[in-house]
């Protein structure tokens, strides 16, 4: 399969940051859908299966990729989730207070500091799409 | 009820059968508590024994005689303060040597209880130690929930800095790599948007620095009398060429001529922020009312707009650090966080008041009163 076959669906409620990915992914070749928010991303998991998705932790809410996450797989336990964040290690507190009891049912595959450069995502999308 | 264990350590049967006669029925209360203290006797014979209590039972206070028939007190205490226990020392003895007492004091024993004591002498004493305990876990614990506080707000603080920094960086990156064609005119978006993701950056960072003014700042010496007129004339001035981009007109009423005691800096805070925020929240075409008025103890100042309003949900956390409420009317505003975390703070420093009525797309209108004089 081509990167052209793979839809990536990315929310984010930076609108800077979004259009930055969003370009990022359309020039290594993949199609996206981009959401500024929870609300328009779970809307967008009823309609649709994208072959992978990045969210952003941070939304209308302080725990929307989460939450996200555990929808998706709900949904479509194959498609891939990439959790996006801005604040990794900085909220090592807020993080591990419920870690253990969440790990168990967020299961993104993939943690990523924002900010890494545009072929190292590539990277890590190729690996978890398997192409 | 909270219980302390006390652990006595005396050779002789007879002060350890005492102290646990007059400490079992004790109960120590202090207004400032909600409840009374009272206490558990454990008793050894020896240091030896003592010690051993100690490493199993962590008592809450000792009470140690110096003179055993095993290793002294004194080492006992040593060995307490080596092992850094949360326990405090009270020495029972019939002679203090200067000795003693240097080693004991230098070990961190908080008390003497002189031999033979009465049953009130002891009394006395435990309700010191007591006291002291108290003071020093609560300090302990408040310290700790400081610690959190402020990890926590660091944490937001550099999310909420490296967002800009990543946006800007993206865009830099797109024009090094020559992305969208080799004509500056082919980035005027990514242009416009970096201007803009740095200039909140930088009133992120001046309101972090009011936020650190507030903090740090010994009040008493910056009080003056502040005419709340030229304050107020003052901050619309500085937000009118925003509010005329916003096509927001700006009325300021007069009903007295307010003048109180503070620090101008604060009462600029104030104004500045909750005026801004009235024209940033408002409708194209709307309006913001700030009056000032007055009663015979307090300053009362109103700030309405015509805005997009607050929903109920919402009014909760308001005022709070970095919360920023994000739905579609304010995603392209731009805002600290701090702002009202901030004008809390200092209404607060005066003891004053703040609240909020907002009709959600109707507008919102801040209410607050400042004491006349400063206390």
Wanted: aromatic share 8%.
């Amino acid at each position: 399969m081509k990167k052209s076959d793979f839809t990536i669906l990315v929310a984010d409620d930076d609108p800077d940051y979004l259009f930055q990915t969003v370009n990022n992914l359309g020039r290594a070749g993949y199609k996206t859908v981009a959401v500024e928010s929870q609300a328009e991303a779970e809307s967008v998991i009823l309609k649709m299966k994208p072959s992978l998705a990045i969210f952003d932790l941070m939304m209308e809410n302080d725990d929307s990729g989460f939450i996200l996450c555990y929808k998706i797989k709900k949904k479509y336990p194959d498609v891939p989730v990439i959790l996006a964040t801005a604040v990794a290690h900085e909220t090592g507190i807020s993080f591990s207070l419920d870690s253990e009891a969440e790990k168990s049912w967020i299961r993104a595959d993939r943690y990523l500091e924002k900010g890494i450069r545009p072929e190292q995502l590539d990277m890590e999308i190729m690996k978890l799409l398997k192409i | 009820m909270p219980e302390l264990k006390v652990l006595v350590v005396d050779d002789e049967p007879g002060i350890r059968s005492g102290v646990s006669r007059i400490l079992n029925n004790f109960r120590v209360a202090y207004p400032f508590m909600d409840e009374d203290f009272t206490f558990v006797v454990s008793e050894a014979a020896t240091g030896e024994d003592g010690i051993a209590m100690i490493d199993g039972d962590r008592p809450d206070i000792v009470l140690l005689d110096n003179k055993l028939p095993g290793i002294q007190g004194t080492e006992v205490l040593e060995y307490i303060r080596n092992k850094s226990y949360d326990v405090v020392v009270a020495m029972i003895t019939s002679y203090a040597s200067l000795d003693v007492a240097l080693k004991a004091h230098k070990y961190g024993a908080t008390d003497f209880v002189p031999k033979p004591f009465t049953p009130q002498e002891l009394k006395s004493s435990i309700e010191n130690i007591t006291k002291q305990l108290y003071l020093k876990r609560i300090t302990h614990k408040m310290n700790e929930e400081g610690r959190k506080v402020r990890y926590q707000f660091l944490s937001v603080l550099s999310h909420e800095l490296k967002a800009p920094l990543n946006a800007v960086e993206g865009y830099l990156q797109m024009m090094q790599e020559r992305q969208s064609g080799d004509r500056i005119e082919d980035y005027a978006t990514p242009i416009e948007r970096s201007l803009q993701r740095i200039q909140w950056m930088r009133s992120l960072i001046m309101d972090l620095l009011d936020f650190t003014k507030i903090r740090l700042e010994r009040k008493e010496e910056k009080i003056e009398k502040v005419y709340l007129k030229n304050i107020a004339s003052n901050a619309i001035v500085t937000v009118r060429p925003y509010a005329i981009q916003m096509e927001v007109a700006i009325n300021l009423g007069l009903k007295s001529d307010a003048v109180m005691m503070a620090d101008p800096t604060d009462m600029e805070i104030i104004f500045n922020n909750l005026v801004s925020n009235a024209v940033k929240y408002n409708k194209r075409g709307g309006k913001v009312d700030i009056v000032i008025d007055e009663d015979e103890e307090d300053v009362i100042l109103l700030f309405a707009d015509t805005g997009i309003g607050i929903n109920e949900k919402d009014k909760a956390d308001l005022f709070s650090d970095f919360v920023r409420i994000k739905n579609e009317k304010t995603r392209n505003i731009g805002g600290s966080g701090l702002g009202l975390s901030i004008v809390k703070q200092v209404v607060d420093l005066y003891h004053g008041s703040i609240t909020v009525d907002s009709v959600p797309d109707a507008g919102t209108t801040f209410r607050v009163r400042l004491p006349k004089k400063f206390n």
